[in-house]
């Protein structure tokens, strides 16, 4: 027993070079099995879960009530109006759209380069990009003031002989969103599929083996299936590789292309996406830290993977400080008087105060990650993080409303204020979120259950067999 | 454990999912002929209205003018609805007793006007101008159809904007000579595509570009 316990101790340290492994020792296949799909057949629920969805579940319905009287009502609920014609709509739709980049990164960037570790954290990572792209497609279609129409986005032969204006950057959204959502989801659902056929295999309830035998889709998992499987895996990998990129730099388009100081600049696309997964990171560490807590999942996110998010987090956050110096050296180099006014503006104006907070955060304090201790504790790590996505919130607020309050005619200068409900929609998001977070870890397997099989020696070796 | 599924499920799924997509296709089909079809848009429906007035008879038999009654189709956005006193012209004379224009008499005596249902609807959104139309040579047939062969009136076209925007995008395929404007039996020549282009620059039509900005039908 201790020799093979040496064995696997061996084996991890050549997986994981340094620091604590990603596979706590002792494992085997069916401790893995039995320890995932618990959680999910488990009868007994966790009161922390129970009070979580109890609280995000009323928010949610919040966010269905603010919807109801948007839709009588119109947009002027909300306190955009011109100049500022943005507000909180497109500052929350970035702000989760950025959020999912962490979830591709991690299922296909991650999974190319070979990377174990992704591992134990790609599923429920997954899982968020989906629910954070669902909060973020709410806004820009609520922002359409007439949202029943927002299909006029889409080319299809209608009766109005024309086609959606392809030079606006709204229309690439459009499709960089919706291709977005629907590989992210087709990716979740494969991955899914081998362990949607082990819940199915062990469920004690005939609707359960009922339910996950339809959505394992008649998954046997024959060498065959394996083979095909581990191909189209690839695959879809590879599709989703391009998105981690041009999903963000699409959405800067929207700010980019447009003439506003403060939006026109080169530096949007690979600042926004640095920006996108920086946050993105900071939202799955959210989401790990309480998770392996409640559900003892410690032994398969370890340390070590609280580590690597972190340095992700830390080596993007940089990216995103070097586009803030550069944006103000761009507004003094350039001689334009509209950009130097904006900048100067950003920091001592009416909004300087966010612009102030977004800085020390995103420039100067997100440098305590370069302390391993800080990055291998779970609750600095989750203030941190926490921290992280206040401040990115706070640099698409400035981004949207301060450039777009003071432009290039002083008369028509105005203050933007949220309302009530541009607020309480934003809750209302989070809630709908966090909600189906929850539902999703109640109900499926939330760590890849064959994939962290995969990362024993056993597994190693019997690959290599079969190659 | 007992199987939960039989074997011939994995047929049932491959069929079902490989139907759904006709199924979708089919669905989505059905939709975009729905839009296109007279349930819709009333294209080909006749509509009911208070006196049984047949175009056949009056410009296709008789031969009246259309300016007779539309008097304004040259010089206005709206074509006229003709006041009672147009239709007693003719009406205090012949046909005096006829019950079928007792609504006509019954709207001279007392002075309130006829209601007539409008046919031809183009949306409240939609800046139409007659007037601009007759000027540069767009017959009424391009627009209202065979209307000297409509015993009870109706729309001859969709109406729908992909209907006003493939004429926009192409006068040419519909101008004629403005003195033919008028003529229920002008046939385009053989050469219509040439005279078209004559025709646009003689009449001094704006651009396709102009012809197809949004501003210029949507104020």
Redesign the interface.
Known sequence: MAEHEEHIDEMSSHLAPAGPAILAPGHTFATITDKISAVVLSRDTPAAWLLATGGFGLLMMWLLFATAYQLARGIGIWGVNIPVAWGFAIVNFVWWIGIGHAGTLISAILLLLKQKWRNSINRFAEAMTLFAVMCAGYYPVMHLGRPWLAYWLFP???????WPQFRSALVWDVFAVSTYFTVSLIFWYQGLIPDLATL?DRSQS?AG??IY?ILA??WRGSARHWKRYDSSYRLLAGLATPLVVSVHTVVSFDFAIAVVPGWHTSIFPPYFVAGAIYSGFAMVLVLAIPIRRIYGLDDFITTKHLDNCAKLMLATGEIVAYGYIIESFMAWYSGNLYERYMILDRMGGKYSIFYICLISINVFFVQVLWIRRIRRSPALLFLVSVIVLAAMWLERFVIVVQSLHADFLPSSWAMYYPTFWDITQFLGTIGLFAFGMLMFIRFLPMISIFEIRELLPEAHVSLQEVD | MSQVFHRSTNSISRFTIFGALFVLLGLAWVGEQIQRSPYVNYMGVAQIQPVPFSHQHHVGALGIDCRYCHTSVESSSFAGIPPTKTCMNCHSQIWTNTPMLEPVRASFRSGNSLVWTRVNDLPDFVFFDHSIHVNKGIGCYSCHGAVDRMPLMYAAHTLQMEWCIDCHRNPEKNIRPKEQVFNMEYQPPANQMELGRRLEKQYHLRSVYDLTSCNTCHR
Do not use: Q, S
């Not at chain 1, 299809?156 to 024309?162: A, E, L, R, S």
């Open positions: 299809y032969p209608n009766t109005m002989g024309v199915r005939k083996r009922i035998g889709m008649g």
